[in-house]
Nanobody, 118 residues
Framework: QVQLVESGGGLVEAGGSLRLSCAAS????????MAWYRKAPGRQRELVAS???????NYADSVKGRFTISNDNAKNTVHLQMNSLKPDDTAVYYC????????????WGQGTQVTVSS
């Protein structure tokens, strides 16, 4: 079982920055993949960025060069640094974790709102 608690959302002007954090209830070394998804009104949920326990990262094309996902293993926390924010980035951002057991078990955080004003 993994509990995920997000923090760091808020309101920011276009061009600004925010850093989201996701604290896991267990060592992230034991979590195969952690990621950030987002869901905007009228849009499907989309993968924003992911990071494996080995440190491999993946980004949506829309955020490449602007967002950075990273691990803080000492604090069992994953961060999403978001720079050059655009109104189109406005969404609820969800932390995600996948743990491989006999099958992959998925966990989700409660979500944090990010609003970018133009």
């Amino acid at each position: 079982q993994v509990q995920l608690v997000e923090s760091g959302g808020g309101l920011v002007e276009a061009g600004g920055s925010l850093r989201l954090s996701c604290a896991a209830s267990r060592s992230i070394f034991s979590i195969n993949t952690m990621a950030w998804y987002r869901k905007a009104p009228g849009r499907q949920r989309e993968l924003v960025a992911s990071i494996t326990s080995g440190g491999s990262t993946n980004y949506a094309d829309s955020v490449k060069g602007r967002f950075t996902i990273s691990n803080d293993n000492a604090k069992n926390t994953v961060h999403l640094q978001m720079n050059s924010l655009k109104p189109d980035d406005t969404a609820v951002y969800y932390c995600y974790a996948a743990v491989r057991q006999t099958v992959y078990v998925e966990y989700w955080g409660q979500g944090t709102q990010v609003t970018v004003s133009s």
